[in-house]
């Protein structure tokens, strides 16, 4: 909301400067968004008139002025304006002023042999616009010597406040006056009004037919109005302010929605059907044409204002074009309603309307003032457009807004921080409108103001359904009896501004604080430097992506898919982080970067849980050197990352089993799933299919893996045996077998430390072959076993019988045979 | 059809299916579109059929060659299917081999995200002051994320969070949203353990809002307190030991104004000092706003079971994002999810150096 500072002053008397009054009220918690000073800039320039103009002796363009700026003595002006006459009112700027337009300070100067002492300014040159076609040419009655901005109105500085959803009474410029006297800045002047007689009987009759649509209105006809163009003043002010002025009898509606937060309406009463106003609810099939031009298909959850013919307004949000005030209108209608705030907030978000008046209603306006504003609003009307008054209407009643609230003082330090003596958090009560009821040492009740919806409410608790009954009623009780005190807290916190209370650092629960992440969450921030360690760049990316897209990757229920995309790339929840990675790799390959190891910790999401993650997507080369060569990425390498995460959160490795049943998205013969045991997925990894890279446009080679985060079983917290350090030396092993290719590597690994449990320390594949020097089909796995004598040396025939074993446990449990 | 045209259709149709690879595919295409082909001589032949029958028949004519040519596209698809599945059939290798031993890339390539980073850090911060972190669904009901938080359905701030809404209700009525804040994580806090309570919970939120300084997904931390004899003064305290701390700057001017959440009473807005011209924090006159705050709303508390007289506390939040730019001088919003490897390397953190106190953040 803006407002200028003269509208200000009329409310609050106050000796104030800008800078204060803006930094006072970002303090107590009204943000100031801008403040608009059209007239610094303008200060010094003075209006002056030409005495005389002639032409320039020595130049054919330019032309001699003798100025007059009321100070008693005549100035010598050399001007190059075609419009400089002799006589003319203009503005004129004297040597030392900042000039806007040009960016340049005046000096005395002499221009081929004539002085020049002031300069006469255009109006591009005060940076008011564009106009350079001549010097400022003002009415022949403009007071020579005053200053400009004075004249012409522009030293009010506009302030732009942006004002909390709880306080509706700051939308009003009386409001904001109000809470600065409250803050110490000056005191609220009063606005008395006086009733104005009624001449003839109301034309118009309120019925309020249901209660939904309406609480209380007040109305009154003004008879014999000339309605035209409103006065200058108050066209300036709505200008200011960023209103169209429209004329004389809306604008008055819209004076007081800003200066009173009191929205108001005119009907002319010739155009309103019969002789009832109705306060109801809309009927199937309504519409409304509104006040900016746009027609509303109206529900039965709207109030409307209805006339003989049908709605005239939505109530309380926006007027309609058909019975609106013009300049033909002789007789008008005011209404001086009040809304239920909720109704206002659906019905205003049902048709998206966004008014002055739903902005009010909403909040909550001053339930008390309808017949004061009324009388005022009368009033004004007479004076702008003459007429006389009809009695007035009444529908429904003033609301039951009184309430009470208590405040103990000792709260004010235990709440808030603060010592404050009761006589100031009293005298910020009452310079706010709440009046005391009682008072003793320890604390004050107060009755609260009308206008101030936002104290001591009634607003219901939403209490968690599974709450036990006795602890859901104590904490209601509590809240009960709690709340009003903490917003009278509050009240007089802000007006003595929160940089007024100490800070005090937070007290430690223990000396040692625990540690801040759960095992599982430390699991978390692990791998993000793991995977990072190994090369990769963490990444965060959307949480959604298209559907489409999402569908390449695995299941896109309904139930993850957005009602409301902000587009139509971005509507389905994924089913898991490698998607999204896989984009960004493409993405990065379109930019000349092919070669990319991305890595992310997030959420998979799955229609009954949403999954952590630790996902990677390696794509392209490796990094090329001189010692390591660059080869295109692999499945060993998207094995490689997820083993590397599952080994650091402390997985055992040993009991790690690989399953070739990767998901959909992977190469089906280049995938696998790491499991521990048949049940728990830990995780998946492959190469990337061939038709993902295709949809994604993905050039080279891809891989990717995905480690479930909250699959992994916490680590054992035993203690770690005492270490297994016999005093013989190792025996170590070869063995090449023949196996078919289809056989698993890791079976024939387990099948091998199987064979002699007590003297088998370690196995390792060392070599794998397959290629022409063997039979088709076939393939060569060679091991090195390690065997750890513990009582003695191994004799020759003791190592033969476990190699045998070796030999016979691996052909049973593969089909292997020793390789010849 | 006539019947040449018949039997042609019926020849090709046959041959198709008899075309066991994409060469033999080609050559039922040549044999009937190409230049010599069979349909294309009959295309050919139109100028000699009697004038009276051209048009049924040449209409005839490119009706069939628009089948057979669907026919042949159909056949390509599947022969290519096929052709696809023989070759991942074939290449088949054994997952269980053992990875190479070291890694394909090095901890100087790698790098950890600045949002990553600076949850660590508000972890390692916050830490030290006796929270611990805790963490939520993205998905939430719109109690969690408003009703609870006192935000009720008509409430004008429900409007300015631009919310994503999913299908379908959870188990209590509730609308399922993609949560606008991470305070529903007070909610959940509250309801899951007994006060004393401190925690932060820093985590993903989502807006349907996309311009230069907005982004439909962000991060954002939350705090909490509860316990007894927790006042606005520990609130500012606190904060001001966090900033300062985070932004390592020790004398930065922390200013503290009365604004409105539905979830805090007394609320504030917290202001840091900075260069509005040169963007450099601490000095210069000029104010940012940073983050909300305010002493928990007593409604809050009796909505997860915990009674105002008894208990009481402060929550704040602070978009994570916007911490992160101010601290390293980044410009710009939207690069942070577009995971562009030319930006996450420029502002990436080393993954070998935790954020830590005793090392320094």
Redesign the interface.
Known sequence: MKFTLSWLREHLDTDASLDRITTTL????I?VEGVEDRGAALASFRIARVIEAVQHPNADRLRALRVDLGDGREYSVVCGAPNARTGMVGVAALPGAFIPGTGITLKVGEIRGVKSEAMMLSAREMGLGDDHSGIVDLPADAPVGTRYVDYAGLDDPIIEIKV????GDALSVRGIARDLAAAGLGTLKPWDVAPVAATYPAPLQWRIEDSRACIWVLGRAVRGVKNGPSPKWLQDRLTAIGLRPINALVDVTNYFTYAYGRPLHVFDVKKVAGTTLSMRMARPGEELLALNGKTYALTEEDGVIADANGPEALGGVIGGEHSGCDEATTECFIECALFD??RI??SG?RHDVRTDARQRF??GIDQALLPKALEAATQMIMELCGGEASEVSEAGAEPKWRRQATLRFARI??????ELPAEEAERRLTALGFSTVSRDAASITVSVPPWRNDIAGH???????S??AD??R??????A???PE??L??EV??LG???A??????????AL??????PK?ARA?LA??V??????????????LARETAALFGETP??????????SD?DQ?RPTPVA??AM?AA??AA?G?GD???AE???A?RADA?LAVAAGV?AGL??PNWAAPARA?D???A???A??VLAALGVPMAAVQ?T?DAPRFY??????VLRQGPKVVLATF?ELH??IRAALDIPGAAVGFEVFLDAIPEPKKRKKGVPDLPTFQPVRRDFAFLADA??????LLRAARGAEKALIADVV?FD?YAGDKLPEGKVSLAIQVTLQPRERTLTDAEIEAVAQKIVAAVGKATGATLRG | MSDDLQALRAETEAALAAAADLRALDAVRVGVLGKSGSLSGLLKGLGQVPAEQRKERGAALNRLKAEVEALLEARRTALEAEALDARLKAERVDVSLPPRPSAPGTAAEGGIHPISRTIEELTALFGAMGFRVVEGPDIESDWHNFGALNIPDHHPARQDHDTFYMPGTDPNGHRRVLRTQTSPLQIRTMLAEEPPIRIIAPGRTYRADHDATHSPMFHQVEGLVIDRGITLGHLKGCLVDFLRGFFGIADLPVRFRSSYFPFTEPSMEVDIGWNRKTGELGGGGDWLEILGSGMVHPKVLANCGLDPREWQGFAFGMGIERITMLKHGMPDLRPFYEADLRWLKHYASDPLAAASLHEGI
């Open positions: 970002s303090a107590i918690g943000e909390t959803p709880n306080r705030p909720v907030a659906l978000r909403e909040r330090r235990e709440l808030g921080g603060l607003g219901a608790l939403a209490q968690d359904v709450l036990p602890r859901a104590k904490a209601a009780e509590g809240c009896e709690i709340e903490c917003d807290v509050e916190l802000r501004g929160l940089d209370v100490p800070s005090v650092s937070l007290p430690l629960a223990s604080p625990r540690p801040a992440l759960t969450q921030a993000r430097r995977l990072a360690s190994r090369g990769m760049q963490d990444c965060v990316t959307y949480g959604f309904d139930v993850l898919r957005l009602e409301n995309p902000i587009a971005l929840m999204s990675l960004a993405r990065n930019r970067f990319v190891a991305l910790i997030g959420g999401y949403q390696r490796t990094a990425v499945w060993l390498d094995k490689g990352d083993l590397a690989v070739a190469h089906p013969g280049r995938s696998g492959g061939p038709k289809a056989t698993s590597a890791e079976a594949l794998r």
